[in-house]
């Protein structure tokens, strides 16, 4: 399959959340990580790492802890009562989706931060664990789901394992100086990439101070 063009891939990466369960090749898997790894980092210390989840068991465990989070989070939802009449739903309707079957999803990426403490938190500020280094982290995610638009897997970026974060680093024996940032399930798509729906720059967008959004000249 040739490469679409980077401003169809990024005009074109929505989320991706239903997913066939044929396997990631691992010459795949290692393009995606390339990809990832090319990311800027602050003093270019490279604060990720990665955890290639495949074992069905393991996979089962991630899902669990996954939909224990979204039902806490969209508790009052479900499945029969949500209709297609907005965006808004359709989204909460395919993340559900994705909860209840990411145990079948191929590959379940999840990248790891290393902790560290943003330099405008002053030393004698800092108590208990440093965060993961979000800042580092997310351009090296963005660049994985570009790479698997352009080799036309879905991807999607998800956070909501964070809210029992603390048993899945211990089922994946990640050490205590890294966070689970984000989990991205990957497969290869059901259904077709974009349209996205994001709101204009123009409405967005001020020219020398706020407020000026018409541009000089
Ligand atoms: C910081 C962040 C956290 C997100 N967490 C989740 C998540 O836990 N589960 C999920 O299904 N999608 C998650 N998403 C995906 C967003 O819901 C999605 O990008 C947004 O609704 C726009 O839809 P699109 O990507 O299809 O264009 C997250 C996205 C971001 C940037």
Redesign the pocket.
């Known amino acids: 399959m040739a490469d679409p063009g980077l401003f169809e891939i990024m005009f074109s ?3 991706m ?1 239903k997913l066939k369960t044929d396997p990631i090749p691992q010459d795949v898997l290692d393009k995606l990580l390339a990809a990832g790894t090319q990311a800027p980092s602050g003093q270019n210390t490279q604060p990720w790492a990665f955890i290639a989840i495949q074992d069905p068991a393991t996979k089962k465990f991630v899902q669990e802890k996954y939909d224990a989070g ?1 039902k806490e989070r969209f508790g009052k939802f479900s499945m029969d009562k949500i209709g297609d009449d907005t965006t808004e739903k359709r ?1 909460t309707k ?2 559900l989706h ?2 209840e079957r990411m145990h079948e999803v191929p590959l379940l990426l999840m990248v790891c931060g290393k902790r560290d403490w943003p330099f405008q938190t002053l030393p004698e500020n800092r108590t208990g664990k440093a965060p993961p280094n979000y800042g580092a982290v997310y351009p090296c995610v963005q660049n994985i789901l570009l790479a698997c638009r352009a080799l036309g897997l879905g991807a ?5 394992h964070r809210l029992h974060e603390a048993e899945i680093a211990e089922r994946l024996g990640v050490p205590d100086d890294y966070g689970l940032v984000v989990l991205i399930p990957i497969g290869y798509p059901k259904g077709k990439f974009g349209p ?3 709101t204009p720059p123009a409405e967005l967008t001020h020219y020398d101070s706020w407020g000026t959004q018409t541009p000089p000249g």
């Open positions: 990466l929505r989320s959340r979204i989204t395919a993340a994705l909860s999607s970026l998800t956070t909501t996205i729906s994001r």
